[in-house]
């Protein structure tokens, strides 16, 4: 059996509405609509929402089950991620190190001088809200959408990744670089 998709999701303020297979949600941050796989069903019980297979599990053959299993905790994962970003934001934080290295906001760009010859302009997304700091050298960026905001992060994190000797780049602030000793190769 699915160890997360037996998990309740909590509905913090949200409100849900099921229809077969679809899950209309309205929460204070963001509202939509998330289908759900055939293979299971979804009710609400107690300010809770629970995530079951549909058919008699007793029935089926042991591969079916496998199946079902799998994607019965990928859907609710998904599901609970979309429910908690309809009630609150979710936040990640980028640090900028090294020497002339910052962000800012222009608009809807972020222009980032990461020590090449030109500087770097990337695009917001429509859903993401981005800030900089004063010294240019950390970003929070905020959105109700988590796979949206886990992309934009990882596309600024790839235009200069935090390197293992100085430690400069970009890098999240939860993002533990390991260090190594430069000069002590072969004499």
Request: proline share 3%; with cysteine; aromatic share 6%.
């Given at each position: 059996?699915?160890?997360?998709?037996?998990?309740?999701?909590?509905?913090?303020g949200?409100?849900?509405?099921?229809?077969?297979?679809?899950?209309?949600?309205?929460?204070?941050?963001?509202?939509?609509?998330?289908?759900?796989?055939?293979?299971?069903?979804?009710?609400?019980?107690?300010?809770?929402?629970?995530?079951?297979?549909?058919?008699?599990e007793?029935?089926?053959?042991?591969?079916?089950?496998?199946?079902?299993?799998?994607?019965?905790?990928?859907?609710?994962?998904?599901?609970?991620?979309?429910?908690?970003?309809?009630?609150?934001?979710?936040?990640?934080?980028?640090?900028?190190?090294?020497?002339?290295?910052?962000?800012a906001?222009?608009?809807?760009k972020?222009?980032?001088?990461?020590?090449?010859?030109?500087k770097?302009?990337?695009?917001?997304?429509?859903?993401?809200?981005?800030?900089?700091?004063?010294?240019?050298?950390?970003?929070?960026?905020?959105?109700?959408?988590?796979?949206?905001?886990?992309?934009?992060?990882?596309?600024?994190?790839?235009?200069?990744?935090?390197?293992?000797?100085?430690?400069?780049?970009?890098?999240?602030?939860?993002?533990?670089?390991?260090?190594?000793?430069?000069?002590?190769?072969?004499?």
């Amino acid at each position: 059996m699915s160890k997360i998709g037996r998990k309740p999701i909590q509905l913090d303020g949200v409100k849900v509405d099921i229809k077969g297979q679809d899950i209309h949600y309205n929460g204070s941050k963001a509202s939509g609509v998330y289908h759900l796989s055939s293979e299971l069903q979804a009710h609400v019980k107690d300010g809770a929402l629970y995530i079951a297979p549909a058919n008699d599990e007793k029935n089926m053959s042991q591969k079916k089950l496998r199946g079902i299993y799998s994607v019965w905790g990928l859907q609710r994962a998904l599901l609970a991620n979309q429910l908690t970003g309809a009630s609150k934001e979710f936040e990640k934080v980028l640090e900028i190190n090294g020497l002339g290295y910052k962000a800012a906001v222009a608009g809807n760009k972020v222009v980032l001088t990461l020590g090449y010859s030109h500087k770097i302009e990337e695009n917001i997304p429509a859903g993401i809200t981005v800030e900089a700091d004063k010294s240019g050298q950390k970003i929070k960026v905020k959105s109700s959408q988590k796979t949206l905001l886990g992309q934009f992060c990882s596309n600024i994190r790839g235009l200069r990744e935090p390197e293992p000797y100085k430690g400069k780049g970009i890098k999240l602030q939860t993002e533990v670089i390991f260090r190594k000793a430069a000069g002590k190769g072969k004499k």
